[in-house]
């Protein structure tokens, strides 16, 4: 158990429709990631998070947003959803200076019909 | 822009023998970090090894060790002693070290079948 959580595990939604992610990295970490895997791009990162503000960004579309509250916990909003969209979708953290330690949750399968 | 390739999409190996998965890499920063990353039938993303680009000695983690050679931009993993639970996908990431972006950059992944 990596100490990183997410919600839900599985989500199965129609196109068109928008569903939100959510993740809560482990005590203490200050950055959040949030990256894809699908069969067509591989792993790929969308974007990272630290302590509320982005800080860096990936081939994310424009269609999906990202935030990260005060409580640290973070959300990735997917919305006009394409089958193309169907991935797994997982989010990592790491502590304060020690990006090249992330530690990933299990993952939020969507399926997107 | 960085990109790492892995040019095994597939292979396999007896149990108890090891094996040799391959990754090279292209960048033109000389400071950098280099992953291997395992995610077994579960999917989740389990950190194997990890290697700093400035320091010359091979990491290894217990059966696991990698052959980093920075001029040709290689990073093989080395696992020895196989086990049934070593099945499972294996991804080679690349990270740049400076400043607190931290975006990883995978590979396509070898997956790796340990064989009784």
């Known amino acids: 158990d990596s100490g990183v959580t997410q919600t839900p595990k599985h989500l199965i939604t129609a196109t068109g429709q928008r569903v939100t992610l959510r993740c809560s990295p482990r005590s203490g970490d200050l950055s959040v990631y949030w990256y894809q895997q699908s069969l067509d791009q591989g792993l790929q990162f969308l974007i990272q998070?630290?302590?509320?503000?982005?800080?860096a960004k990936g081939n994310i579309l424009e269609r999906f947003s990202a935030q990260q509250f005060p409580d640290l916990h973070s959300e990735l909003n997917l919305s006009s959803l394409e089958l193309g969209d169907s991935a797994l979708y997982f989010c990592a953290s790491s502590a304060s200076g020690r990006k090249n330690e992330q530690f990933f949750g299990p993952g939020t399968r969507l399926t997107v019909l | 822009a960085q990109t790492v390739t892995q040019s095994q999409p597939e292979m396999s190996v007896q149990e108890a023998e090891t094996v040799t998965l391959s990754c090279t890499y292209d960048?033109?920063?000389?400071?950098?970090?280099l992953f291997w990353y395992k995610q077994p039938p579960s999917r989740q993303m389990i950190l194997v090894i990890r290697?700093?680009?400035?320091?010359?000695q091979n990491a290894t983690e217990n059966r696991f060790s990698v052959n980093f050679q920075k001029a040709a931009k290689s990073f093989s993993l080395k696992i020895s002693d196989s086990q049934l639970g070593d099945t499972a996908m294996y991804f080679c990431?690349?990270?740049?070290?400076?400043?607190?972006?931290?975006?990883?950059?995978f590979g396509k992944g070898t997956k790796l079948s340990v064989k009784p």
């Open positions: 998070y630290y302590n509320g503000e982005e800080r």
């Open positions: 960048t033109s920063e000389n400071n950098y970090y």
């Open positions: 990431a690349f990270m740049e070290s400076g400043g607190s972006q931290g975006n990883l950059i």
């Open positions: 290697q700093e680009a400035y320091k010359q």
